[in-house]
């Protein structure tokens, strides 16, 4: 249980450490007029996401994880490329078929569209896929695969990387928090199961980007339209995320997945053998 030891006292520095400063912060801010009307727990979780970064390198030394290799971030260039390259390119239209769904059955509703609508979904979702995959998968799942196997670190990693997506929602939003906990927590099990499969991150950080951006687009250019199939799309903060489409979509996207590494495998043979997904009891489908 060292491992967990070590993640729980990490995230308690964090947390202490971000509820400190937070307080000083927002006051400059304020001071200086910048983010004028920002509720405090804005400058809270900033200063969070900021000490998990900084605390990132020594909690990896600590937990003996100091390499590219060791983290998921090993692999030869054009493999990288090629996996990255083609979990975007899969995650966003998966996350586009789901999107016109909604439009079509009015569930979402079109307000324009301009080209600068989409650099920062672009930027958001690069930022997001490398530092959650590299967060969630190499660091917390990695350090947990190596003392409980592939099968239970995947399913507890998954189910963090869900929960501490709503630890600030609004509570007017908390009606919708468990189908999205539901839905995020498959999420996760996908990207894990990415890494696993392909033997690096790069294919994980390819379908996070690629589904953020869609994601951060299609809510830039549409907005809320019918709410009798919320249901079905899902509503506020957690749209397409909490609803049961969703489902289906993600099946289609780990089958995708599943015959795109099955061309690499042929192609250019099985990811880092060291993943441990051959191990007895760690067979993971696909």
């Known amino acids: 249980m060292r491992t967990l030891r070590v993640l729980g006292i990490y995230a308690a520095a964090v947390l202490a450490t971000a509820l400190v400063l937070s307080f000083p912060v927002q006051s400059v801010c304020e001071h200086f007029g910048w983010f004028a009307g920002k509720p405090w727990d804005k400058f809270f979780r900033r200063c969070a996401m900021i000490m998990a970064v900084v605390g990132l390198w020594p909690m990896l030394r600590t937990l003996g994880m100091a390499t590219w290799e060791q983290v998921g971030l090993r692999s030869p260039p054009l493999l990288a490329v090629m996996r990255t390259a083609a979990g975007w390119m899969l995650a966003f239209l998966m996350v586009n078929l789901l999107g016109g769904a909604a439009l079509f059955a009015g569930d979402r509703v079109w307000n324009g569209f301009v080209w600068s609508d989409v650099l920062k979904p672009l930027a958001v979702g690069l930022g997001v ?14 350090a947990l695969r190596r003392e409980w196997g592939v099968a239970r670190a995947l399913w507890v990693s998954s189910l963090l990387y869900a929960v501490l997506h709503f630890w600030s929602a609004p509570p007017k939003e908390m009606a919708g928090v468990l189908p999205a906990i539901v839905s995020l927590t498959a999420l996760g099990a996908l990207l894990t199961w990415c890494y696993v499969r ?22 830039t250019v549409t907005e809320e339209g019918r709410q009798d199939i919320d249901w079905l799309f899902g509503s506020g903060a ?6 049961a489409a969703a489902w289906p979509a993600l099946l ?3 089958l995708a997945l ?5 061309v690499m495998t042929r192609s250019y043979g099985r990811g880092n053998q060291k993943m441990g997904e051959r191990r007895a009891g760690d067979t993971l489908p696909g």
């Open 258 to 262: 599943v015959g795109f590494e099955r």
């Open 129 to 142: 896929g490398v530092f959650e995959e590299l967060f969630f998968r190499g660091v917390i799942f990695g």
């Open 238 to 243: 957690f749209v397409l995320v909490n609803g």
């Open 252 to 254: 289609l996207l780990w």
């Open 198 to 219: 392909s033997g690096s991150l790069f294919l994980s950080v390819g379908v996070h980007a690629g589904a953020v951006t869609a994601l951060r687009i299609l809510l």
